[in-house]
């Protein structure tokens, strides 16, 4: 992005109160910022390139639906969802520039990343802390069954321990839970948690800081900043009675909890970058 464009976006980005609120609290944050940095980024992430696909990853709840708002909004009609419970057949058959694709993919139903879209090699995902998640998917799946919906999992009406120590026992045996089965890359000795987004990510989210993403993804793609919109965001509840189960819950899904750290650290070191960088451009450095 030129310098008088950056100059232009910062323009735009100081009408956006939770930009500002970052620009403001920035520098009080900036030891946090750093000991996050600290914790393994390596390598960055690859730059996005405009004239190839983009696969945003929607873990389910995580802002995935928040997110698609503001795609949609970038992206236009190049913009597609990928939901194969629902979602009408994708029109796209090659690699193409200024088109992305949002929506929920697993080889656990044959329809991971590469499997739909082998030539695919840009992804964006928001990740949220990894046992508030699964605390989140509980109650929506329980939203749903009351208002009609078929939920497989609470056939036989499980309460809280019985469903978490079914999942659990789901990922000690095999630690790639179902959210790390979504990754188009794979585990392995050469693909440790703290490298996982190096390799077809463009940029990484944590939902705990949705306010920033907003921002961080707009100045990546060169789009228009979008004012913070949050859709299909599960009722704030009292979440004590599952606070026992997040020891056991970071021991069995350990794998999953890196990843989450690793995705944390990285969103931490794109937005200092990108302060520094709107900061300097806006100075005329």
């Known amino acids: ?20 609120l970052s620009l403001s ?57 990928h939901y194969p419970a629902w979602a009408p057949t994708l029109p796209i058959l090659a690699d193409e520039g200024r ?21 695919a090699t840009q992804t964006i995902t928001v990740m949220r802390e990894p046992f508030s998640r699964l605390v989140s998917e509980w109650i929506f799946y329980n939203y749903a069954k009351s208002i009609g919906v078929d939920v497989p999992e609470l056939s036989d009406e499980p309460d809280f321990d019985t469903w978490f120590c079914r999942r659990r026992d789901e990922a000690i045996n095999d630690p790639v839970t179902r959210v790390l089965k979504q990754f188009p890359a794979q585990f392995d000795k050469k693909n440790p948690s703290k490298f996982f987004f190096n390799k077809g990510f463009v940029a990484v989210g944590i939902t705990e800081r949705f306010s920033d993403i907003l921002p961080l993804f707009a100045y990546k ?9 949050r859709y299909n965001v599960s009722p704030i ?5 599952f606070n026992r189960y997040k020891s056991e819950h970071k ?24 302060i520094s960088d709107i900061g300097r451009s806006h100075s005329g450095k």
């Not at 694709?101 to 139903?109: D, K, Q, R, S």
């Not at 350990?254 to 990108?274: C, N």
Request: proline share 4%; net charge neutral.
């Open 1 to 20: 992005m030129p310098s008088r464009q950056r100059r232009f976006w910062f323009r735009r980005v100081k009408s956006s109160n939770s930009l500002i």
């Open 25 to 81: 609290t920035f520098d009080s944050d900036r030891r946090s910022v750093n000991a996050l940095v600290r914790l393994g980024t390596e390598h960055l992430m690859q730059r996005y390139d405009p004239d190839r696909l983009l696969v945003s990853l929607h873990i389910p709840k995580s802002a995935g639906t928040s997110l698609r708002a503001a795609l949609a909004g970038w992206f236009g009609e190049r913009f597609y969802l």
């Open 99 to 119: 088109t992305c694709v949002h929506g929920h993919f697993t080889p656990l139903n044959g329809t991971s990343i590469l499997q739909v879209f082998p030539f």
């Open 221 to 229: 793609f060169d789009a228009p900043l979008s004012l913070e919109q």
């Open 237 to 241: 509840l009292d979440t004590k009675e």
């Open 251 to 274: 021991r069995v899904y350990y794998l999953e909890h890196e990843v989450y750290a690793a995705a944390e650290s990285l969103f931490a070191s794109d937005f200092e970058t990108m």
